[in-house]
């Protein structure tokens, strides 16, 4: 079953692929969100973007225009050490809420 | 800190929103370039790709929109742009935007008029704490019946005691002159006070203190002012504390000044403790406020004054209270209540008539709107544009509206009648100007969202063809509706104008019983001011102004003829010992009758030889002769004097107003004399012309007259019936407005009809159906409205005049000529309106119509 990215996790997403890949550009974190997802996950590139002015308008990263190793130019976005301390806080926000979520939901009881 | 710094960053791009357009674009190009290589290299070719690629992304145009979105406030930028293309759009129709704006003006800036007005006088409480606490007392006789009256000494005593009050005060008002050093002599209501008035009200005075418990117990001669009259006479001067004024000759000392607007009675300028003669000499003359116990009400205080008057009057009396608010606005609600309603009529006209224009430029509009809904608009931002339209309007609207709102509420006070209670304080403030602005854009939003919500529902359409255009003006059922309620609302207005004009043709037309035209009255009271005679002072003031040029006579008199009621004294016959009867007198000097035109209708008049040495006389009027027949010669006895009285003539009636004579006798001031009065003149020409000149020469001539009281006696007549003249100006103008925008509306229908039958009138025009049939054709659906608006505002009309009862005088509701006039008048104004819409239309060529398709 393909879904859509749950609401408001799409900008954690961004960071945590930052975090993992280092500098990347709109098309590089697409395409590795998809490839993460296995294809669960239906993504219309195009919707990368507000979260990518959100993040940016919060100075969690930084965008700089570069060139590609095929000589494209594209604009590589960089986490910033605010945006680091943020997806550290909100990743463990989201940890605890899965977990109670998964607790709630398999508890026999 | 992190959404801080976005929150700017959108704001920055709300308001610069093309900056990082550029960025963008490249951003989007380049990722487009990147998805196009990797099909590529999934073997696609380049065509294929470059769809690929953008299947991928989702939309170029759709994220830039998302992107913007989270850029900047997108609606604001949205808005900004919706309110520059509006104001383009209602450029481009100046007649009917104009029209729009004004008549919203006229209807909010009336609304908020006569909204304030009613807030001030009807609504708003009075200002003193607890003011539901307040009440006034009244008391009546209960055998015989007799109408609600002020109360004596004693009465206050055992009534203002009452348990249900916390505290009471009484007081009476008369008329004084005030003199004092550097000031002229004025006239002024003094108001004498017993009990505690200020500790009632709960408000004190401002400069200088109230009276205390000796001065009250002792009637000491001190005063407190009002704030007009401090204002008036000592120019506001703080140290007017502890200064001697003069009243009635009587010295007294200042001690106070009352704050603006406070103390009761309203038009008492000057405030002063009863003295113990004025409490000992039994008068009905006293007016009982008082405060309620916080846990009782008016209607629990009533049963207790009306046990308390029965028992000291051994049940010959009853008394009652009423709440303060309500005893003092009693006789203006009904107009002012009437005055809104009519009011808020006006408002739905100007809404249908705004509305009707909106909708009218938006038929014209439907291409428009196909056309962009095709460019990818969505509805919410075609329906979006036409709200915007409404709501610059309805600002643009409202905005002058406050303007005309001051305007006419400056106006409206300006003609209102005096009696109005606090009317002097009636301003436009901020919260009726708050819901002036609010109903604007309700208003507004109103008007705009339903062609707006249509018209948007075209844009998701097939696309810009004819068809699209004539769904909507066919639908024009709705304007239909709306007209025909503009018509009945506007016959429903002119019915009341009408009745209220017949109403005010009737009290005009009444027979005084008196001449009151080119009659001035000029009060004197010298008591204390003069030294010497009263009597030959009043000689010497006619004899002046009898040379006085155009002045025809003069004369003196104690009361007006303007008012029946006066002072009582019990008659009878000399020469038949029968039960005496209570009868009015009136002091008049010698050439009272040929100066008031009251005529004579069997003897004569006074005389020079009726002196105070010669045998006493008197002339009874014809309510004298119907309670108690005798002849002239005949001679009575009264109680106020012991020499009997001859009759020696018998006057007409006056009836002021219209209202019934009581059964009156008038003797001489020559052999009564009276301490003041009314000089009365009778000019040859309009009064008004002469009253400055001859009041600044009988002061000239006396100058320590207080001469600031001078009218015309028609002008006191007046005020009798100032509320309905008052009413039925503004209705007048009401129904003109109704009028006006009713027909702006069936002229807006005909031409709408007019322009989206163009084609089909052209053709039939061209194939020689004569101009007559073509008007027909399209004023005939406005004549069947017309009709039919007339008929249901008649109805209306019917059904609303009960409303206006207790402000019509002879008229009876559902008077015919009134209920008949409105619906005619507003069908022949409705058919002029229509054929002049159509006439204007059908004047274009049927041929260029024809080659322009």
Same mark, same amino acid.
């Given at each position: 079953?393909?879904?859509?990215?749950?609401?408001?996790?799409?900008?954690?997403?961004?960071?945590?692929?930052?975090?993992?890949?280092?500098?990347?550009?709109?098309?590089?974190?697409?395409?590795?969100?998809?490839?993460?997802?296995?294809?669960?996950?239906?993504?219309?590139?195009?919707?990368?973007?507000?979260?990518?002015?959100?993040?940016?308008?919060?100075?969690?990263?930084?965008?700089?225009?570069?060139?590609?190793?095929?000589?494209?130019?594209?604009?590589?976005?960089?986490?910033?050490?605010?945006?680091?301390?943020?997806?550290?806080?909100?990743?463990?926000?989201?940890?605890?809420?899965?977990?109670?979520?998964?607790?709630?939901?398999?508890?026999?009881? | 800190?992190?959404?801080?710094?976005?929150?700017?960053?959108?704001?920055?791009?709300?308001?610069?929103?093309?900056?990082?357009?550029?960025?963008?674009?490249?951003?989007?190009?380049?990722?487009?370039?990147?998805?196009?290589?990797?099909?590529?290299?999934?073997?696609?070719?380049?065509?294929?790709?470059?769809?690929?690629?953008?299947?991928?992304?989702?939309?170029?145009?759709?994220?830039?929109?998302?992107?913007?979105?989270?850029?900047?406030?997108?609606?604001?930028?949205?808005?900004?742009?919706?309110?520059?293309?509006?104001?383009?759009?209602?450029?481009?129709?100046?007649?009917?935007?104009?029209?729009?704006?004004?008549?919203?003006?006229?209807?909010?800036?009336?609304?908020?008029? *006569?909204?304030?007005?009613?807030?001030?006088?009807?609504?708003?409480?009075?200002?003193?704490?607890?003011?539901?606490?307040?009440?006034?007392?009244?008391?009546?006789?209960?055998?015989?019946?007799?109408?609600?009256?002020?109360? +004596?000494?004693?009465?206050?005593?055992?009534?203002?005691?009452?348990?249900?009050?916390?505290?009471?005060?009484?007081?009476?008002?008369?008329?004084?002159?005030? !003199?004092?050093?550097?000031?002229?002599?004025?006239?002024?209501?003094?108001?004498?006070?017993?009990?505690?008035?200020?500790?009632?009200?709960?408000?004190?005075?401002?400069?200088?203190?109230?009276?205390?418990?000796?001065?009250?117990?002792?009637?000491?001669?001190?005063?407190?002012?009002?704030?007009?009259?401090?204002?008036?006479?000592?120019?506001?001067?703080?140290?007017?504390?502890?200064?001697?004024?003069?009243?009635?000759?009587?010295?007294?000392?200042?001690?106070?000044?009352?704050?603006?607007?406070?103390?009761?009675?309203?038009?008492?300028?000057?405030?002063?403790?009863?003295?113990?003669?004025?409490?000992?000499?039994?008068?009905?003359?006293?007016?009982?406020?008082?405060?309620?116990?916080?846990?009782?009400?008016?209607?629990?205080?009533?049963?207790?004054?009306?046990?308390?008057?029965?028992?000291?009057?051994?049940?010959?009396?009853?008394?009652?209270?009423?709440?303060?608010?309500?005893?003092?606005?009693?006789?203006?609600?009904?107009?002012?209540?009437?005055?809104?309603?009519?009011?808020?009529?006006?408002?739905?006209?100007?809404?249908?008539?705004?509305?009707?224009?909106?909708?009218?430029?938006?038929?014209?509009?439907?291409?428009?709107?196909?056309?962009?809904?095709?460019?990818?608009?969505?509805?919410?931002?075609?329906?979006?544009?036409?709200?915007?339209?409404?709501?610059?309007?309805?600002?643009?609207?409202?905005?002058?509206?406050?303007?005309?709102?001051?305007?006419?509420?400056?106006?409206?006070? !300006?003609?209102?009648?005096?009696?109005?209670?606090?009317?002097?304080?009636?301003?436009?403030?901020?919260?009726?100007?708050?819901?002036?602005?609010?109903?604007?854009?309700?208003?507004?939003?109103?008007?705009?969202?339903?062609?707006?919500?249509?018209?948007?529902?075209?844009?998701?359409?097939?696309?810009?063809?004819?068809?699209?255009?004539?769904?909507?003006?066919?639908?024009?059922?709705?304007?239909?509706?709306?007209?025909?309620?503009?018509?009945?609302?506007?016959?429903?207005?002119?019915?009341?104008?009408?009745?209220?004009?017949?109403?005010?043709?009737?009290?005009?037309?009444?027979?005084?019983?008196?001449?009151?035209?080119?009659?001035?009255?000029?009060?004197?009271?010298?008591?204390?001011?003069?030294?010497?005679?009263?009597?030959?002072?009043?000689?010497?003031?006619?004899?002046?102004?009898?040379?006085?040029?155009?002045?025809?006579?003069?004369?003196?008199?104690?009361?007006? #003829?303007?008012?029946?009621?006066?002072?009582?004294?019990?008659?009878?016959?000399?020469?038949?010992?029968?039960?005496?009867?209570?009868?009015?007198?009136? #002091?008049?000097?010698?050439?009272?009758?040929?100066?008031?035109?009251?005529?004579?209708?069997?003897?004569?008049?006074?005389?020079?030889?009726? +002196?105070?040495?010669?045998?006493?006389?008197?002339?009874?009027?014809?309510?004298?002769?119907? !309670?108690?027949?005798?002849?002239?010669?005949?001679?009575?006895?009264?109680?106020?004097?012991?020499?009997?009285?001859?009759?020696?003539?018998?006057?007409?009636?006056?009836?002021?107003?219209?209202?019934?004579?009581?059964?009156?006798?008038?003797?001489?001031?020559?052999?009564?004399?009276?301490?003041?009065?009314?000089?009365?003149?009778?000019?040859?020409?309009?009064?008004?012309?002469?009253?400055?000149?001859?009041?600044?020469?009988?002061?000239?001539?006396?100058?320590?007259?207080?001469?600031?009281?001078?009218?015309?006696?028609?002008?006191?007549?007046?005020?009798?019936?100032?509320?309905?003249?008052?009413? +039925?100006?503004?209705?007048?103008?009401?129904?003109?407005?109704?009028?006006?925008?009713?027909?702006?509306?069936?002229?807006?229908?005909?031409?709408?009809?007019?322009?989206?039958?163009?084609?089909?009138?052209?053709?039939?025009?061209?194939?020689?159906?004569?101009?007559?049939?073509?008007?027909?054709?399209?004023?005939?659906?406005?004549?069947?409205?017309?009709?039919?608006?007339?008929?249901?505002?008649?109805?209306?009309?019917?059904?609303?005049?009960?409303?206006?009862?207790?402000?019509?005088?002879? *008229?009876? #509701?559902?008077?015919?000529?009134?209920?008949?006039?409105?619906?005619?008048?507003? +069908?022949?104004?409705?058919?002029?309106?229509?054929?002049?819409?159509?006439?204007?239309?059908?004047?274009?060529? #049927?041929?260029?119509?024809?080659?322009?398709?």
């Amino acid at each position: 079953m393909r879904a859509d990215i749950l609401p408001g996790t799409l900008e954690i997403i961004v960071l945590r692929t930052l975090t993992a890949m280092g500098p990347q550009h709109a098309y590089g974190i697409a395409a590795r969100i998809e490839q993460v997802a296995e294809k669960s996950i239906r993504l219309n590139q195009g919707t990368l973007y507000p979260a990518l002015v959100r993040l940016e308008q919060k100075a969690w990263i930084k965008g700089t225009w570069q060139t590609t190793e095929n000589n494209r130019e594209a604009k590589y976005y960089t986490i910033t050490r605010s945006g680091a301390r943020a997806l550290a806080k909100q990743s463990e926000w989201w940890q605890r809420s899965a977990d109670l979520v998964n607790r709630l939901l398999t508890d026999k009881a | 800190m992190s959404i801080l710094r976005r929150l700017l960053y959108r704001l920055v791009h709300a308001f610069r929103p093309t900056r990082g357009e550029d960025d963008l674009d490249r951003e989007v190009a380049s990722h487009l370039l990147l998805l196009e290589d990797e099909c590529r290299r999934r073997g696609q070719s380049t065509v294929e790709a470059r769809r690929s690629a953008r299947l991928m992304l989702g939309g170029v145009e759709h994220t830039k929109e998302l992107h913007r979105e989270a850029r900047s406030f997108a609606w604001l930028d949205h808005a900004r742009r919706d309110a520059s293309y509006a104001l383009r759009m209602l450029r481009r129709r100046p007649m009917a935007t104009s029209a729009a704006i004004l008549s919203l003006a006229i209807g909010i800036g009336l609304n908020t008029a *006569v909204f304030s007005v009613m807030d001030w006088v009807l609504l708003r409480p009075l200002p003193y704490p607890a003011p539901h606490e307040l009440i006034r007392v009244f008391t009546a006789g209960t055998a015989p019946l007799t109408n609600p009256s002020a109360l +004596t000494y004693a009465e206050f005593l055992t009534l203002g005691d009452a348990t249900a009050l916390r505290s009471s005060a009484a007081f009476s008002t008369a008329t004084r002159v005030m !003199s004092a050093s550097g000031i002229e002599s004025v006239h002024i209501a003094v108001a004498r006070v017993c009990g505690d008035l200020f500790g009632t009200l709960g408000a004190y005075p401002k400069v200088g203190r109230a009276f205390s418990a000796g001065e009250m117990s002792s009637g000491a001669p001190v005063v407190i002012l009002a704030h007009d009259l401090w204002l008036r006479a000592f120019l506001g001067d703080p140290a007017v504390v502890g200064r001697t004024v003069k009243i009635g000759g009587a010295p007294h000392t200042v001690i106070g000044v009352m704050p603006p607007s406070r103390g009761y009675p309203a038009g008492a300028e000057v405030w002063r403790p009863l003295t113990a003669d004025e409490r000992e000499d039994g008068d009905r003359d006293l007016d009982l406020l008082a405060r309620l116990r916080s846990e009782t009400s008016a209607a629990r205080a009533s049963t207790e004054m009306a046990m308390l008057a029965r028992a000291v009057s051994h049940d010959a009396r009853t008394a009652w209270a009423e709440e303060l608010q309500r005893a003092s606005v009693a006789n203006v609600k009904a107009a002012i209540q009437a005055l809104a309603a009519a009011a808020a009529l006006i408002l739905l006209l100007v809404c249908a008539n705004v509305a009707a224009l909106v909708s009218a430029g938006s038929a014209d509009r439907a291409e428009e709107v196909v056309i962009r809904g095709a460019l990818g608009a969505s509805r919410a931002r075609v329906s979006g544009q036409f709200v915007m339209e409404s709501l610059i309007l309805a600002l643009g609207g409202g905005g002058l509206g406050l303007l005309v709102g001051g305007w006419a509420l400056r106006f409206l006070i !300006s003609i209102a009648p005096t009696g109005i209670p606090r009317l002097a304080e009636v301003t436009l403030d901020g919260r009726i100007a708050g819901m002036g602005l609010a109903a604007t854009l309700l208003t507004g939003l109103a008007v705009g969202l339903a062609p707006a919500v249509r018209l948007a529902r075209l844009a998701g359409g097939p696309g810009p063809n004819h068809s699209g255009t004539n769904r909507v003006t066919r639908r024009s059922n709705g304007r239909r509706a709306l007209v025909l309620v503009q018509v009945a609302v506007a016959v429903v207005l002119t019915a009341g104008a009408s009745l209220l004009a017949r109403s005010l043709q009737h009290l005009v037309a009444i027979d005084n019983g008196f001449a009151a035209d080119k009659l001035i009255a000029v009060d004197l009271y010298p008591g204390g001011e003069f030294e010497g005679d009263s009597g030959r002072l009043f000689e010497e003031l006619i004899s002046k102004a009898r040379t006085f040029p155009g002045v025809a006579s003069a004369a003196i008199s104690q009361g007006l #003829p303007t008012r029946v009621i006066g002072f009582r004294t019990a008659v009878q016959r000399a020469s038949e010992a029968r039960t005496a009867q209570q009868m009015t007198w009136r #002091p008049v000097g010698p050439g009272y009758f040929e100066t008031a035109g009251i005529p004579i209708v069997a003897g004569r008049g006074f005389i020079k030889t009726d +002196t105070a040495r010669a045998p006493r006389v008197a002339i009874v009027n014809r309510a004298f002769l119907r !309670s108690l027949p005798a002849a002239v010669g005949e001679r009575l006895t009264t109680s106020f004097g012991k020499e009997p009285l001859t009759i020696v003539g018998v006057a007409g009636d006056v009836t002021p107003g219209g209202e019934p004579d009581r059964a009156a006798f008038y003797v001489s001031i020559d052999q009564y004399p009276i301490g003041g009065g009314s000089l009365l003149v009778r000019t040859l020409s309009d009064p008004r012309a002469i009253i400055p000149e001859l009041t600044a020469r009988l002061h000239g001539m006396l100058p320590g007259l207080a001469m600031d009281r001078v009218h015309r006696v028609a002008e006191s007549l007046e005020s009798g019936r100032a509320v309905i003249r008052f009413t +039925t100006l503004l209705a007048a103008t009401f129904a003109g407005l109704a009028l006006l925008l009713s027909a702006v509306g069936v002229y807006g229908l005909v031409a709408g009809e007019v322009s989206a039958r163009w084609q089909e009138l052209a053709v039939r025009l061209a194939v020689g159906a004569s101009y007559g049939d073509a008007l027909w054709t399209v004023i005939q659906p406005c004549t069947a409205i017309l009709v039919s608006g007339a008929i249901t505002g008649f109805l209306g009309a019917l059904s609303a005049g009960p409303m206006l009862q207790s402000l019509l005088h002879g *008229v009876s #509701p559902a008077d015919a000529y009134a209920l008949a006039f409105a619906p005619i008048l507003l +069908t022949a104004v409705g058919m002029l309106a229509a054929v002049l819409a159509g006439a204007r239309v059908l004047r274009a060529d #049927p041929a260029v119509t024809l080659r322009n398709q």
